[in-house]
């Protein structure tokens, strides 16, 4: 089993900048890839990054061109870095990693004012 820790999150205002982190900790030799998915009220959970192992990255429409996802050298941790933020960011923000059954991290919130 993988756990997962997040960091980041909060309020910021429209155009504002916030970074997401998560560390995964447990059976990390089999994570094949990790990423990030949003919920936001009333919505259903979509995904906003990921990246395998190997490198290869996915964005959705929504996130080309403002967020990036990274690995650190641990290649257990992955960071989202949010650029140039919507009102429509705002929702609570989840770490997940694939095994490749899924986990996932406690949430973390981001608000963003208008």
């Known amino acids: 089993q993988v756990q997962l820790v997040e960091l980041g999150g909060g309020l910021v205002q429209t155009g504002g900048s916030l970074r997401l982190s998560c560390a995964a900790s447990?059976?990390?030799?089999?994570?094949?890839?990790m990423g990030w998915y949003r919920q936001a009220p009333g919505k259903e959970r979509e995904s906003v990054a990921s990246?395998?192992?190997?490198?290869?990255?996915y964005y959705s429409d929504s996130a080309k061109g403002r967020f990036a996802i990274s690995r650190g050298n641990a290649r257990n941790t992955v960071a989202l870095q949010m650029n140039s933020l919507k009102p429509e960011d705002t929702a609570v923000y989840y770490c997940f990693v694939r095994t490749p059954s899924l986990s996932w991290g406690q949430g973390t919130q981001v608000t963003v004012s208008s």
């Open positions: 447990g059976s990390i030799f089999s994570i094949t890839s």
């Open positions: 990246m395998t192992v190997g490198g290869a990255t």
